[in-house]
């Protein structure tokens, strides 16, 4: 089976891959692809908040979103190295959501693992948007990791 790992560059979809080698045989998986996606005509940067803060500013000085979502692509594919399956990194450029689908599409994946909530305005907007979109329109399973709930206030 031939899995996708979408990333965003932030934390939560590092958690989502993480995730996955929770509970996933490695000896099912034949293939896992590593997706990150940048929109061209963008204004505001890929976010990558998985490389080392170093590395993050020169990739973005040197070759703005592209390197760094070759960055936070290789954070999440070295979670794989050793695991088992062969791991591909790929990057794309387009509509997040409609660049994952496209990929479960053309490579024949079995799963794809997105996180919920990695980027948004808020809680309560854009939470999960890109993760609702390949749920509801990705030709094979898809596996949302959420985040952890954050604690709430108790009122005084």
């Given at each position: ?8 560059g932030?934390?939560?979809?590092l ?36 490389s ?38 790929r ?25 919920s ?5 808020s ?18 399973p898809?596996?949302?990791v ?11």
């Amino acid at each position: 089976m031939h899995v996708i790992v979408a990333t965003d560059g932030s934390r939560q979809s590092l958690r989502a891959a993480r995730h996955l080698k929770s509970f996933a045989d490695p000896k099912k998986i034949t293939d896992v692809s590593v997706i990150a996606v940048t929109r061209p005509l963008a204004a505001v940067a890929f976010a990558d908040e998985l490389s080392p803060k170093d590395r993050r500013k020169a990739d973005l000085e040197a070759g703005g979103f592209k390197k760094a979502a070759e960055s936070a692509a290789a954070v999440i594919a070295a979670e794989f190295e050793g695991w088992g399956p062969k791991v591909h990194q790929r990057l794309r450029s387009g509509s997040p959501a409609n660049e994952i689908i496209k990929a479960a599409q053309q490579l024949g994946a079995g799963l794809v693992v997105v996180a919920s909530g990695g980027r948004g305005l808020s809680d309560t907007v854009l939470v999960g948007s890109t993760a609702q979109r390949v749920q509801h329109y990705a030709p094979c399973p898809v596996l949302v990791v959420r985040p952890n709930p954050r604690p709430r206030r108790k009122k005084s």
